[in-house]
């Protein structure tokens, strides 16, 4: 598509409906289909953002009756998107037509989205509404099948597209077609009730299918046109084999981009990112990493195997892992290490300061150069409140310490091994929170004797 099509799609108005009204009853789950995620995303919130990113002007979701989870998540991708309930399920068409309030007000375009097909990228949506621009009355979304089977056939004269034949009521000579509707479709805006309200239910199903409008569109002299993507971009999730297949698809996508902008993945099919991962240059990801929700690494920073993030920041030249865990609110400052077996909270680590292993330290701030010893915990939850630990710049930490929070370490202080810390401890002082050490010379040797002794007995 050029410069001048998507120039031209642009500057047209554009109404968005995505129908997110199926049960997904083959998912075998209480959690409605749409809500179920890909690359720690709803299938629903990865439509709705490509919408957006594509031009939408204004969106409108259909969902099914009693489904507040399925409103709340539509509000919170959106708090402008409307809401619409499709009381029953009749058929696509149907579905549409349950969005009636919307569709009357005026657009240049109207797109019809599934809320189970997350793979759809922006360009595509873009490529969807070019032909109305050029004066096409209804452009529906093809793809050539490697299996046609179940799928809707597009029966075409030349470059027109005459009707969509589903499956099921479909000739044999019909079902030989290889070119199949791949759901997605975009109405010129003017036309959308009317070709609409002109479908009936004469099928084997007895639904009212949307599809039936580009047959109406032609019969009425409207010109009807096709749009050709790949298959795996209109990929749907019906069950939990393909919401996999889905997320093994969008994992790809997301590695290729990763590596395309200088990230090495040593191992790419092992590492799992969040749609919203990111990655500067020269980060380096070993193999078996999970990146979750809201994860940003600055560049040249390195992220060793088996480690899992999410909300959290690392900052340029870091490490972490192998074996680290990083919660939200973790702050890793430029050149500090998070090593193995260490788990960290909405907690800034400074500069250049070390947490080598066996560490837990949550709500709490690491001064710069800060060495924290292995089996280093921060107690910072009662039972009732959660309360900060300060530690200050160049501090050392022993190893086996529990610092309970609320408290301040200076700046330079040193805690003893093998302490439990319960008061502020100054600037470059020492602390120690132990008990003090007894040496009973000979007692082993009498121990054994009165062991062995009550033994043959």
């Known amino acids: 598509m050029t410069l001048s099509h998507t120039a031209q799609v642009s500057s047209r108005s554009c109404l968005a409906i995505v129908l997110a009204a199926g049960e997904g009853t083959r998912m075998k789950s ?3 289909k749409v809500l179920h995620q890909v690359a720690s995303r709803s299938m629903l919130g990865h439509v709705m953002a490509t919408l957006a990113q594509a031009g939408a002007t204004s969106t409108a979701v259909v969902i099914g009756p009693d489904r507040e989870d399925v409103a709340k998540e539509v509000q919170e991708i959106s708090a402008q998107a409307r809401i619409f309930v ?3 399920r009749l058929g696509t068409a149907h579905a549409v037509l349950s969005a009636r309030e919307a ?8 797109i019809i989205a599934f809320g189970d097909t997350p793979l759809i990228l922006p360009e595509t949506f873009t490529k969807l509404r070019a032909p109305l621009s050029e004066g096409a009355g209804v452009v529906a979304m093809g793809f050539e099948a490697k299996d046609p089977t179940g799928y809707g056939r597009f029966i075409t004269s030349g470059t027109e597209l005459l009707a969509i034949r589903e499956h099921r009521d479909a000739s044999e000579a019909e079902r030989a077609i290889t070119l199949c509707n791949g759901g997605l479709m975009a109405i010129r805006g003017d036309l959308a009730l009317s ?3 002109r479908v009936e239910n004469k099928n084997a199903k007895g639904e009212y299918y949307l599809t039936d409008i580009v047959e109406i569109a032609h019969g009425l002299g409207h010109r009807t046109a096709i749009a050709v993507v790949l298959e795996e971009e209109v990929h749907g999730v019906n069950d939990r084999a393909q919401l996999a297949a889905a997320e093994r698809m969008i994992q790809d996508r997301l590695r290729q981009a990763a590596m395309a902008a200088g990230v090495t993945l040593v191992a790419p099919e092992t590492v799992f990112f969040s749609h919203d991962t990111r990655l500067g240059q020269d980060v380096l990801v070993e193999p078996h990493v999970v990146f ?3 994860v940003l690494v600055e560049e040249g920073a390195v992220i060793h195997s088996f480690s899992h993030l999410e909300g959290a920041r690392i900052a340029s030249g870091a490490g972490v892992g192998p074996f680290a865990r990083l919660r939200p609110g973790a702050l890793i400052g ?7 077996f ?5 907690t800034d680590l400074g500069a250049g300061a070390k947490v080598s292993h066996l560490t837990y330290l949550g709500d709490a701030t690491v001064g710069a150069e800060a060495n924290i010893g292995a089996g280093t915990i921060t107690c910072n939850y009662d039972g009732f409140g959660k309360y900060r630990t300060e530690i200050g710049e160049g501090a050392f ?3 086996n310490s529990s610092l309970v929070a609320p408290i301040t370490i200076g700046k330079g202080a040193f805690v003893g091994s093998g302490s439990v810390i319960t008061d502020d401890i100054p600037d470059n002082a020492l602390g120690l929170g132990r008990g003090r050490q007894t040496v009973k010379e000979g007692w082993a040797i009498e121990f054994r004797e009165k062991a062995q002794a009550a033994k043959k007995k």
């Open 292 to 294: 979750g929700p809201g």
């Open 334 to 340: 430029p050149k500090a290490k998070v090593g193995n």
């Open 195 to 197: 070709l609409l309200d």
């Open 342 to 346: 260490v788990e960290i909270k909405n």
């Open 103 to 110: 569709l009357a007000q005026p657009a240049d375009d109207v």
């Open 30 to 32: 209480a959690k409605p």
């Open 397 to 399: 930490i022993g190893s």
């Open 86 to 88: 499709q009381k029953d």
